[in-house]
Each structure stands twice: as C-alpha cells, then as structure tokens.
C-alpha cells in the first residue's frame, strides 16, 4: 500500500553541508516548510546539527527516493498487467542469476566479513575518503566497501571469471603507480643520498658530536665534523615494488641487452616454430610420392605408344633392318 505523502513526515535524514563537518543523522526536523513546487511531497526539513551548531537540510538520496516512489505506479490495466508478467517469462537466465545471486551478500545480509569488519562509521582510517553515506553504513551488519570487495572475488571465483575484477585491479594498479611517483618525487627532493653526523654518549649521558681538526692552507687549526653518507633509504622499497609490479625495464624489454636480441634476431627464421616431422610421417609421404611418380611414369608410357612421329620412326627403323 502508499505511503501518504500529503503529510509531514516526523523522522528524517539530515546532512550538514560544512566541509569541516559533514555529519548524516536521522532527528525530528526542527523546522518545515511548505514547497508546493514539490508536488509528491510539499514540504522542506531542516535541522541543526548535533556537531557543528549549523542547520542541515534533507539528504538529497531520500529526497529522490521519495519521488521515485511517488511516480512508480506499475501497470494498472489488465493488459499491462498481463504484459509484465510475460516479460518474467524465461527470467532469470543462468547469467542472470550468476549476477544476482551475490545482491543479499551485497547488501549486507549474509557477508562473512562481518566478522571482521563490523559496520562503524568512522571507526576506520578509510572511512574519511569513503563516499558512503554515515546513516546507511551504521545500519549494515559489515562495512558496505569490504563487503563489495568480499562479494567481487567471491563472484571471481565462483564463476572463475576474472574480468569481473578488472576494476578494482585497475585501480589498485593506478594506486601502486601514483604511490611509485610519490616515492621518486621524494628521493628527488631530498637528493640521493643522505648524510648524518657522527655522535656518541659520553657515561653523564651527553651527546658528543665526532669532530676532527686540520690546519688550512693559512696555518689556521680548524674543526669539521665526521659524517656518514648514505644511500636514500626509500631506494629499497622503489627497487622492490618496480619488480614485484613488472615495471622493471627487463620486464618490459626496454634493456639494452633484450633490445640488441631482438635486432640480431631480426630476419631470420624463427626455428620454434617450425613444426618438426615424425620418423614416420617423413616415410609416408615418400611412399606416396613414389607410388605418385609411378603412375605419372605409367602414363607417360602410354602417351609414347600412341605418338604418331614414334609409331612412324618404329615402322621405319623396322623396314631398315628387314
């Protein structure tokens, strides 16, 4: 049955438009308006929000739920009726129900990673780029972002289908690169090596800086202070994360070394793959050539015997020696 929508509804979601804030919350609207333009529901809600004092207006989500309801009536006709029911007729296909036989998963009802990931808005260190609304996410069992990533790869496998992870492999990929970029701009910044002072802790406790003298040019006894030098410790994590990603350049083909093959290489045949012959196969095909050039012999046999010029020069050379 509708809902009535003619009537001020008494709980509804806000959300503060403060960039320093951004809470969602559910509350009993402080404040409501007439809106006759909005003809499913005429009415506006504001609210002061529980964290910054500000006022908060309707969250948009709801406010487009609300008129979708209002203007989703489904057939009303017999006809209609009849011709959605038709159109169930063969639904849902095994494709179909490999796609949506994840939705409860997805939404929450049966995901596993509740266990783990209990739902807590703001609870974890993702949770402040996440751009799932806080009210939502409070009412889920799990997490809403690890139960999608937990129903993606248990789809993956089930239907050992791995494009369906494209996306998020894709982005990690991407991640992995930007961080890569983040670690360069650094090595860069800082220079390629580091250096420190030498110092040890006299037995009161007190730092001494290693120091030497030497006498310059004028006679003059200076001091200058011993340092260790050092290559730039984010060297290791670049080198490390280049190979395990395949962006070294021997995977990718770009050293000299696999440049210089591959022009050596370049016009000749490629031996692999040339299928080589069996012992056996070798020797069939030799018998049918053979017994091939037989019947070509055989024939030109018989294409002598009927040549006119040979029949008369046999005649010939018979009437000679007779």
């Not at 030497?212 to 202070?225: D, L």
Request: charged letters at 25%; aromatic letters at 8%; glycine letters at 6%.
């Amino acid at each position: 049955m509708a809902k009535d929508r003619s009537k001020p509804l008494s709980n509804i979601t806000f959300h503060c438009k403060q960039a320093s804030c951004c809470q969602s919350f559910e509350a009993e609207p402080a404040r409501v308006e007439d809106e006759p333009e909005q003809e499913h529901h005429p009415f506006l809600y504001f609210a002061p929000c529980p964290k910054c004092g500000g006022e908060c207006e309707q969250v948009y989500w709801q406010k487009n739920a609300m008129k979708a309801h209002a203007k989703a009536t489904g057939p009303r006709t017999e006809e209609g009726k009849a011709a959605s029911a038709a159109n169930l007729k063969g639904h849902p296909t095994r494709s179909e129900s490999l796609r949506t036989r994840f939705n409860a998963m997805k939404h929450g009802l049966n995901a596993r990673t509740a266990t783990y990931f209990p739902a807590k808005p703001d609870g974890y260190a993702f949770c402040k780029s996440c751009d799932v609304d806080r009210v939502y996410c409070k009412a889920q069992p799990a997490c809403v972002k690890k139960t999608e990533l937990f129903m993606l790869h248990h789809a993956a496998f089930e239907q050992q289908n791995p494009r369906v992870l494209g996306g998020i492999y894709a982005d990690l990929q991407a991640s992995i690169f930007a961080v890569l970029q983040q670690i360069l701009q650094t090595i860069i910044a800082d220079g390629v090596k580091i250096t420190t002072p030498e110092f040890s802790y006299d037995k009161d406790g007190n730092c001494i800086i290693a120091q030497y003298q030497y006498q310059n040019e004028s006679g003059e006894t200076k001091s200058r202070i011993i340092t260790n030098m050092e290559a730039h410790p984010l060297f290791r994590p670049l080198g490390e994360m280049l190979s395990r990603t395949g962006l070294s350049l021997s995977d990718m083909g770009m050293t000299a070394k696999v440049i210089e093959a591959d022009e050596a290489e370049m016009g000749k045949l490629n031996n692999g793959s040339v299928q080589r012959e069996e012992l056996g196969d070798y020797q069939r095909r030799q018998v049918e050539a053979l017994e091939g050039l037989r019947s070509v012999m055989d024939r030109a046999g018989q294409s002598m015997a009927r040549d006119p010029v040979l029949i008369e020069h046999k005649e010939q050379m018979a009437g000679d020696n007779g």
